[in-house]
């Protein structure tokens, strides 16, 4: 199982990005997906999570307004779209997936409940 994460750059406050995360290897039919991103010294956080149907998302306050986060079933691959990005959101964003299908509505946010990872892609916001 392979994730690849894309579209990260460099882009000034303000301004916009959208992130890809592809996966292949297996299909992801019933499986919660999600965003989380690290900064220099600071620990994994989670940005944005999709359920398998797409029906549902979750984000934290942080971004709440600002991202968000949809999913192509039929292409394996979900999208972060950033927007009014702030300096403090640089960071490595990284795309998870779970192992196990549980064909829910319920998004997870902790770390620990995501079994595939990406490579990460940075995203480096100026003032």
């Known amino acids: 199982v392979q994730l690849q994460a894309s579209g990260g750059g460099l882009v000034q406050a303000g301004g916009s990005l959208k992130l890809s995360c592809a996966a292949s290897g297996r299909p992801f039919g019933g499986v919660g997906m999600a965003w989380f991103r690290q900064a220099p010294g600071k620990e994994r956080e989670f940005v944005a999570g999709i359920s398998w149907t797409g029906n549902s998302t979750y984000y934290p306050h942080s971004v709440k307004g600002r991202f968000t986060v949809s999913r192509d079933n039929a292409k394996n691959t979900i999208y972060l779209q950033l927007n009014s990005l702030k300096p403090e959101d640089t960071a490595v964003y990284y795309c998870?997936?779970?192992?196990?299908?549980?064909?829910?509505?319920?998004?997870?946010?902790?770390?620990?409940?995501?079994?595939?990872w990406g490579q990460g892609t940075l995203v480096t916001v100026s003032s």
């Open positions: 998870a997936a779970e192992r196990i299908p549980r064909y829910s509505d319920l998004v997870k946010s902790a770390a620990s409940e995501y079994n595939y």
